[in-house]
């Protein structure tokens, strides 16, 4: 039973920057679609950024587009979000899911089989 494990997270303070990555328990020998979600207390859950590692394909929300990087690293099938420039309401749980094949348009809505143990970000 493959599962996504996150890393980074933490506090940090306003303007500061962040990294979070997201892997599988388990190689995978197909290309992927990797999208970052976070939830804030209180709030719906959001999708701020996507990658297909089949062609290097990103996309971001507005909220965070500018600010956020999402790459996957090298011969690896780890998946970084380089957050920057944070903000107080960036602040949340962060959460790792993936699909196979592309994420398309509406990447923020399709279905993921894999979900992270969510990692939490707070910014002050």
């Known amino acids: 039973h493959v599962q996504l494990v996150e890393s980074g997270g933490g506090s940090v303070e306003a303007g500061e920057s962040l990294r979070v990555s997201c892997a599988p328990s388990k190689e995978w020998s197909n290309p992927f679609c990797m999208v970052w979600f976070r939830q804030a207390t209180g709030k719906e859950r959001e999708a701020v950024a996507a990658?297909?590692?089949?062609?290097?394909?990103?996309y971001y929300s507005d909220s965070v587009k500018g600010r956020f990087t999402i790459g996957a690293e090298l011969f690896s099938d780890t998946v970084y979000l380089q957050m920057s420039s944070l903000k107080p309401e960036d602040t949340a749980m962060y959460y790792c899911a993936a699909g196979f094949g592309g994420c398309g348009l509406h990447w923020w809505g399709r279905k993921y089989d894999y979900w992270g143990q969510g990692t939490q970000v707070t910014v002050s």
């Open positions: 990658i297909y590692t089949g062609a290097g394909e990103t």
